[in-house]
């Protein structure tokens, strides 16, 4: 029997769907609780080429979550791990694997060669880096987030509005799965959903998941469309390899959070924004944290006094 039957007995998908499905590319950013339903799913479906990018390796405190994984993939790239799993599950789909963090400096070539995109990072630069490479190619981007009992998943781009049309706001909590916690049955729903989503749009399926946004809450499902939301400017996110030697660097990171600064000339302001130094007419200031959050609240209390060019740079657990 077709391995594929099940789903090309659908009246959506039949023989002409499938070969959609199996002639996209996806590229998919994080080998973690909502990348591993995503790859699983997309996998399954027959999709022709998977990008995968993930710096992070397998660890115990991931399985409760991330079932793709095993006790044999500790200390294992999750993307070489997630790669050998996909092999033995669908050997047809062509893995390409990228054991790095994606920054605002590969993600516009990535996002360029892919047909349609999904935000698997947990990572706020992520979202946003993703967002703004995706709306400058076109490019449709499906983005989620989970936290503790909640998230959400949107389809943004390419035909609709971007992940800063619906927040341009920086989000009042910079916790994570890591600090907050998680339930595993929330993420893999939600990762599933996004898997759902991208398949309705290769399928060309109206209504379009671009304009769609889902929020999961404690149990409880609401869902609304924002086709018609304005975009909005905010401060972009750079790599390191992007600072100026003009540029005024301001690290916002303490000294025991981070001993090396973000540059040897940066200045370490851990209450930058509402006061401290400006740049000469013309410069631009580069605001420096681990996540970005930090550096998008000093970056929007810096526009109160500056109207000159703001960006911010994330560097993770770096101690650059």
Known sequence: MNRYARQMV?????????????????????????????????????IGRITLIDPDTVEESNLHRQPLYRMADLGQ????????ALAGLNPSVRVETLEERLTPLNAPALVAAADVVLDCAD?????????????????????????????????????????????????DSGQTCATAGVL????????????????????????????EFIRFDNGRFTQFRFDAAPEATGPRFIAPEEIRPADLVIDLRPEDEAP????????????????????????????????????????DALARRWSGEITLLALGDDDR
């Not at 790239?77 to 050998?84: E, F, G, H, I």
């Not at 049955?185 to 379009?208: D, H």
């Open 123 to 171: 990572s706020y630069a992520a979202s946003y880096t993703l967002s703004d490479a995706c709306l400058a190619a076109g490019k449709p981007l499906i983005s989620a987030s989970a936290l503790g009992l909640a998230g959400y998943v949107g389809g943004f781009c390419g035909r609709a509005p971007s992940l800063r049309a619906l927040f341009p706001d920086p989000p």
């Open 77 to 84: 790239p999750k993307v070489r791990a997630a790669a050998q």
């Open 10 to 46: 659908l009246p959506e998908v039949g023989a002409q769907g499938q070969d959609r499905i199996g002639a996209a590319h996806a590229l998919v950013v994080g080998a973690g609780a909502l990348g591993v339903p995503v790859l699983q799913y997309l996998a399954g479906s027959g």
């Open 260 to 299: 090396r600064k973000a540059t040897p000339d940066a200045l370490r302001l851990p209450d930058y924004g509402a006061t401290g130094p400006l740049p000469d007419p013309g410069g631009r200031v580069v605001l420096a944290c681990r996540s970005g959050l930090r550096s998008w609240r000093a970056a």
């Open 184 to 211: 595993g049955p929330v993420v893999g729903m939600l990762g599933c959903i996004q898997a759902q989503m991208a398949l309705r749009l290769l399928l060309g399926l109206a209504p379009s998941p671009l304009g």
